[in-house]
């Protein structure tokens, strides 16, 4: 008889894999669900020249096709942390980060999964922004941890909301059990929004401020970060850290260059990269290294930077027919707003306090029916704190094509208007 372990049971019943059937099961619906990036402007091409300039070398080639180190490939890391410095604003406040703090790991999310794994027991305690990326949500459960939601408006995290979530947990005891606040500071996943630079500041200071029975960490994930179509960059939340001991950041090159690649990485303060290391050391001893050598190529052949501007150009567009179809479809319904996004690759719609876009209601059926899938928003709730807001959803721009676009906000808006 199979037994699952405590943690296969934690684990169990991530909603979005039904969702994700849904869409395999009927291929002709547009999906605006996948948080996909485009596939239509994957760097096949640089890619290809990367790969061909490493083997060129056959020492380099055969040096990538041997097993690595646990923290990753030092050339890697050693671009990846010069371009972390090279964007450090003159302002920053933080301790110049050094070699051994950059861990190299098989996507972000890896790196969130053994930072959570580094710092959490079961019951421990990660504040979240409500609604937040819900991958994570499923990495604390695996562990047996608590998210507990904070509430957001159009700029992320409120700190004030903040501060009452961990006013709330010292008065019932659980402050202790508090080990980390988690944002996706750029265009998050999944409503896009961006903190400001002042906010991310602000959250940083109270993780340290309410850090009297232990460290409480920010774990900041800026995956989305080089996805910028409007504004100026703003300083990443390790630059915040005065200490140096509070802030993650979690990396990626999954949304800029390829997820198929999945190199991910982390900037960690130094307490934390021997606990993580340990963890990976006895995970897998090392991400694939012939990725880390191909990025490693990508970076210091050029083709990286020159691939971010191609897409970013590319996105840009989505995004304004997503913006123009909702304006032109949507506008007029009572209850029904967003705002747009300077980046990233979601828009995150607000419906009527009444209807509940989850998968067993009239809304997410309907919309079937009219062809067009969504992520309903319930999923990005973190289960305590902040109430579940069952009215949202997250629409990506990433995958489908302009039209597409264009054709699913107004099969999406014929269900919302029949609801
Ligand atoms: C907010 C956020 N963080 C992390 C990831 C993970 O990306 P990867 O593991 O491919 O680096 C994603 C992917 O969708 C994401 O949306």
Known sequence: VYRPSQRANWAEG???????????ANPDLISLAAGFVDQQTLPAEE????????????DAAQAA??????????????LLLDRALAAEPESSKAPRTTLDQVVVTAGSNQLLHLVVESLLDPGDIVLCAAPTYLVFLGTLANVGAR????????????????VETLRRLDAAGDLGRVKAIYLVPYFDNPCGVTMP??????????AKSWSTENRIHVIADEAYHELRYAGEDVPSAHTLDADGDTVVVAGTFSKSFSPGIRVGWGILPKDLVGPVCSQKGNFDFGSPNF????MHRVMRDGLFDSHIEQIRAGYRLKLQAMLEALEEHLSSVDGVHWFAPRGGLYVWLHLPEEIDSGLHGRLFDLSMREGVLYVPGRYCFPLEGEPIHANTMRLSFGV?????IREGIAALSRAIRAV
Do not use: W
């Not at 630079?197 to 109270?206: H, L, N, S, T, W």
């Not at 990725?291 to 191909?294: A, N």
């Open 400 to 404: 489908q094509s302009c039209e597409k």
């Open 14 to 24: 991530q909603p979005i894999s039904e969702l994700m059937a849904r869409a395999l």
């Open 147 to 162: 998210s507990v939601g904070v509430a957001t408006d159009e700029q992320g995290l409120i700190p004030e909301a903040l």
């Open 47 to 58: 890619t290809g020249k990367a790969l061909a300039n490493l083997f060129d070398d056959a």
């Open 197 to 206: 630079v002042e906010r991310v500041a602000q959250a940083v200071e109270i």
């Open 291 to 294: 990725s880390q050598h191909l």
């Open 65 to 78: 096709l041997q097993y690595g180190t646990t923290p990753g490939y030092p050339p890697l890391r050693e």
